[in-house]
């Protein structure tokens, strides 16, 4: 059975950092790229950071550019995003998906990040 599980949120106070993390299995991961996004409930999806497959080319979007940061563990079947600096508007359920190809894509479980003010 696909899995992707997503890790490692919490609590934090504006201005410090969490690393998330998304557990893979069911698939061939170093066959798929990654991504990120999240969702406040009552609003658009944000799609926030992409990685290759070999982790050589990704992606940020304006909102977090220069705050967080994508990576990936082929060995481990994992994907990772470092997130610094946060602030309060970063508050949102955080998911973790995977892409092969123009059409194929897995979706994980969120977890919730909350920055307080």
């Known amino acids: 059975e696909v899995q992707l599980q997503a890790s490692g949120g919490g609590l934090v106070q504006a201005g410090g950092s969490l690393r998330l993390s998304c557990a893979a299995s069911?698939?061939?991961?170093?066959?798929?790229?990654m991504t990120w996004f999240r969702q406040v409930p009552g609003q658009e999806r944000e799609g926030l950071s992409c990685i290759s497959t070999t982790g050589s080319n990704t992606f940020y979007a304006d909102s977090v550019k220069g705050r967080f940061s994508i990576s990936r563990d082929n060995a481990k079947n994992t994907v990772y995003l470092q997130m610094n600096s946060l602030k309060p508007e970063d508050t949102a359920v955080y998911y973790c998906?995977?892409?092969?190809?123009?059409?194929?894509?897995?979706w994980g479980q969120g977890t919730l990040v909350t920055v307080s003010s």
């Open positions: 069911g698939f061939t991961f170093v066959d798929y790229a």
């Open positions: 998906a995977a892409h092969r190809g123009v059409v194929e894509s897995y």
